[in-house]
């Protein structure tokens, strides 16, 4: 047990060191636990290539987790046996059984849907979802955004280092920009009286901390969406000002889509798959569609020209209907 400990206290340095999210760290962490259980707490350094087979196929069969799961899985071990064992797995051809995938057309919401749950959802979780749909945005994104991050000289929205670790801009929705603007003036108020309660700094990503350890009190690097309270952080065990939790954002937006009587299966991602629709309705061209998102690559945007062919499928009668 102690082996185990060590190990995984060296999985979650070295997670820190690389600079990933805590969100990955948990779920590195969690998959390389269950490895090691499920080989009954052998030593991994003791394991390969027939070991983790039979760990990703029992996924699989036994458990039958999705692709993603398995995938995510799959990766937590990789990343223990290169960056924290030394063992390069690359040449290996790990034949595990696949979780069988399936391709799903996003689910979107028509324009009169979106403002539907919009007018049922209350405080600043309406800025956040009227955000989150006029940009595009993912919820780890909107939820990441800083003051600094919105440009209201040049209506512009700033996205750094986002899932495709490509930074991008979006334009800013005239609609919301009074709204932002009041709720940059409500953050920097709860900040001053932070400061002035002996808190006032918030989490800096990479070493930014250490290259200007000033930062992290200055008003404009304050997220733009703080939680109500201040809160430990998981990782330094300090106590400082977060942004809104995930899980209470999709919680709100929830409640909304019932009071708006949306029977469709409604979650933060379905507003970014709206954007991308409605852009694509409106004659904005896939490649530019393509750049807001901040996909790598085009084949990542064409799902939403299935969306609209499926659409566009209602126009063709039901023999019923003859």
């Known amino acids: 047990m102690e082996i185990k400990k060590k190990l995984l206290d060296i999985v979650r340095d070295k ?9 990955t760290e948990r779920t590195y962490v ?46 937590a071990i990789l990343f223990l046996y290169k960056e924290v064992l030394g063992v390069d797995l690359s040449h290996e051809n790990i034949q595990a059984l696949r979780a069988q995938e399936r391709k799903h057309i996003p ?89 002035a309660d002996g808190y006032g700094t918030v989490f800096m990503p990479y070493a930014l901390e250490k290259k200007y350890p000033q930062s992290k009190s200055e008003t404009k690097w304050q997220f733009l969406f703080p939680m109500t309270n201040v809160s430990k952080d998981p990782r330094s065990e300090t106590l400082r000002r977060h942004h809104i939790h995930p899980k209470t954002l999709g919680r709100n937006i929830k409640v909304a889509s019932q009071k708006a009587n949306i029977f469709k ?28 998102l901040g996909h790598k690559s085009v084949e990542t945007t064409m799902v939403y020209t299935h969306v609209v062919s499926e659409m566009n499928k209602g126009k063709v009668i039901s023999p019923l209907d003859f």
């Open 30 to 75: 969690h998959w390389i636990k269950h490895y090691i259980f499920f080989h009954n707490k052998k030593h991994p350094i003791e394991m390969g290539k027939l070991e983790i087979e039979q760990f990703l196929t029992s996924l699989a069969v036994e458990k039958k987790v999705s692709p993603t799961t398995q995938n995510q899985a799959f990766s």
């Open 265 to 292: 299966r409604v979650t933060s991602h379905i507003f970014r798959h709206s954007y991308a629709t409605h852009l694509l309705q409106a004659g904005i061209d896939l490649r530019s569609i393509q750049e807001l």
């Open 107 to 195: 689910v979107v919401l028509t324009k009169e849907e979106v403002l539907k749950v919009v007018e049922n959802i209350g405080g600043i979780y309406n800025l956040v979802v009227s955000l989150m749909y006029g940009c595009g945005l993912r919820m780890s994104e909107v939820l990441s955004l800083r003051i600094k991050d919105i440009d209201i000289g040049f209506d512009k929205v700033y996205i750094w280092d986002s899932k495709s670790l490509k930074d991008r801009t979006v334009p800013l929705p005239l609609k919301l920009k009074q709204r932002l603007l009041s709720q940059i003036e409500t953050v920097c108020e709860i900040h001053k009286k932070d400061l």
């Open 15 to 23: 997670i820190r060191f690389k600079h990933y999210s805590i969100s």
